[in-house]
Nanobody
Framework: QAQLVASGGGSVQAGGSLRLSCTAS?????????LGWFRQAPGKEREGVAD???????RYVDFVKGRFTVSRDNAKNTLYLQMDSLKPEDTAMYYC??????????????WGQGTQVTVSS
């Protein structure tokens, strides 16, 4: 069941950028130590992308390092994922999520409906 609402996906050319947003409740922001993103492409396994802790510390999987930036705005109860230098292999459904320990591991405690990102060559 959806607990976090993601938006901002779309279709872009390779090398382009997208900024995803995720709105959650104050309860979600205060309950879970880590917020972040995972993705899943058709026929492929779910994979973690990035997460951010309460103190603003971030973690990324290797294939997005230097290209994606995760951030949070606690005042707005909003999570972001800035995606630059997008590649066709980034094409997937992106989900925002929350977990006590990690989201980059790909098995978060809570997540919501995803937003589609499509990158063409």
């Amino acid at each position: 069941q959806a607990q976090l609402v993601a938006s901002g996906g779309g279709s872009v050319q390779a090398g382009g950028s997208l900024r995803l947003s995720c709105t959650a409740s104050r309860y979600t922001f205060s309950t879970y130590d880590f917020l972040g993103w995972f993705r899943q492409a058709p026929g492929k396994e779910r994979e973690g992308v990035a997460d951010i802790g309460r103190d603003g510390s971030t973690r990324y999987v290797d294939f997005v390092k230097g290209r994606f930036t995760v951030s949070r705005d606690n005042a707005k109860n909003t999570l972001y994922l800035q995606m630059d230098s997008l590649k066709p292999e980034d094409t997937a459904m992106y989900y925002c999520a929350a977990d006590p320990r990690t989201v980059v591991a790909g098995t978060p405690r809570a997540w919501g409906q995803g937003t589609q990102v499509t990158v063409s060559s």
